[in-house]
DNA sequence: TAGTGGTCTAGACCACTGC
DNA sequence: CAGTGGTCTAGACCACTAA
């Protein structure tokens, strides 16, 4: 492959690299020639090079350290399987302390959860869904994930004080299964679930925690659970780098 | 606001104007200055501006037309919801041919489609769903979708040779409720699904028929159904721009 | 013809890494 | 210190649109 003159020259950069990390020419965790000597095997510049290579890191290809290199990642991309994470079967499974952890064992993975909880006013699109008053406040578990050791997902739940209370959820441990089992074991278990699913840059303090490029992209998913009675219990926001999850949901039929 | 020295200038360049887009500076449908006058403003040369433009335009904020300009999007999300969209009801609600036509419906936009079925040698990894033989045959409908004259969606499905058949499936219209209502109607209803979501950039014709830019993203789902006997009976593999999309699934759950 | 964005270059300066 | 990528500039040429 050779650089053509009809498509832009950065683009073809970035398709022949492509090309080559994916037929193995480049393997994960592999580094890419120095931009210089890049810029000399295509024969154009080294800022159409620097282009090139912001195609794959958007993509989240590669991965680039300062004064390193561009390494070539290696993706294993996390399965989150709706609804089976959220059956207690799976949560609890191998002892594991909720759906991420669970997750992370199925595909081999260490994982690892930063717990931070406190009574907090809740941001007004989830205030909305509970009809909360303006500047009452609600329970967040604020959640930072890692499997292994690469930061993987961020998610803040918001929960009524009084059902957080009900459940004992304002530890950072809430033990075997995680919330949804101690909602169950205080007799208001959630009968129904909704997750809504965007996509869109992540903001700048979740680019760092999550180690992203700015360029690259998240899931923001928004959940809301229900109890039997159809008020909602928790609302959960998501954020999780598209590069690193694949999301599935099943659903029976009645034709 | 205005350019610091931190931050690189191309990001503050996208900052700032995102933020006068969001809060109305720029209306839907309006033209920002021209990238000359940019760079003035912002005390930049042209290249750095027209990075930072790339930014929104990879959001899909804004949309670039040669010798035109820059114009801002109007952007209203179509909502799928899932299982709805596969309920019987609902897809034949207002006389619509399958469930796009009744979820832009439901949001006042008009809609079109075009068909196209062949036989093919489906893809290796849809063959592999339903553990057909190399080079065997399938149905394929291949629609293009649009919502109002915005095209908004790629979606082929694959369905063995005699269910397609039986259902029949090979004419371009399939009648109200579409194709899983004949599939209904022939007496072998669909009774589960599998929607797995993947984010990635779009490949250069699919990006032509979408109206995208590059280096915007696409939702690439893969629906699979299957019947009572368990039996893959139709796989779908989606494409749909991130940003016209919205996707909701919902579920029942035991606790 | 004038104005728009698309792209490329050569050179530069910077921050960071590892030796 | 040398090597890496991050970024910016001034100027240039091109393709496209509208008048």
Chains 1, 2 share one sequence.
Not at 64 to 84: F, M
Not at 139 to 154: E, F, I, N
Not at 191 to 219: C, G, K, N
């Amino acid at each position: 492959m050779s650089i053509q003159p009809t498509r832009a020259e950065y683009r073809q950069v970035a398709d022949i690299l492509r090309h080559e990390i994916e037929d193995g020419t480049y393997a994960p965790g592999s580094t890419l020639p120095s931009e210089p000597r890049l810029a000399e095997r295509f024969g154009v510049s080294r800022p159409t090079i620097n282009k090139g290579v912001a195609i794959l890191r958007s993509e989240g290809l590669v991965h680039v350290e300062r004064g390193q290199g561009v390494t070539v990642r290696h993706i294993r991309a996390i399965p989150r399987v709706v609804p089976r994470r959220f059956e207690r079967g799976f949560r609890e499974s191998n002892g594991a302390r909720g759906a991420f952890a669970a997750e992370c064992a199925s595909v081999g993975l260490d994982s690892h959860t930063d717990v931070e909880v406190s009574r907090v006013v809740p941001p007004a699109a989830v205030a909305a869904i509970f009809a909360l008053p303006g500047g009452m406040q609600m329970v967040r578990r604020r959640r930072r994930m890692y499997a292994g050791t690469t930061p993987a997902q961020l998610a803040d739940s918001y929960i009524p004080l009084r059902i957080a209370e009900g459940a004992d959820l304002e530890t950072a441990d809430t033990g075997p299964g995680g919330t949804f089992s101690r909602m169950a074991d205080d007799g208001n278990p959630v009968t129904r679930m909704a997750e809504t699913v965007r996509v869109r840059t992540p903001e700048p303090e979740e680019a760092a925690f999550l180690d992203m490029e700015e360029e690259q992209r998240v899931y923001a998913i928004t959940r809301t659970s229900w109890d039997a009675t159809r008020a909602a219990v928790e609302v959960t926001l998501h954020v999780l780098p598209t590069h690193l999850h694949e999301l599935t949901y099943e659903w029976p039929l009645d034709g």
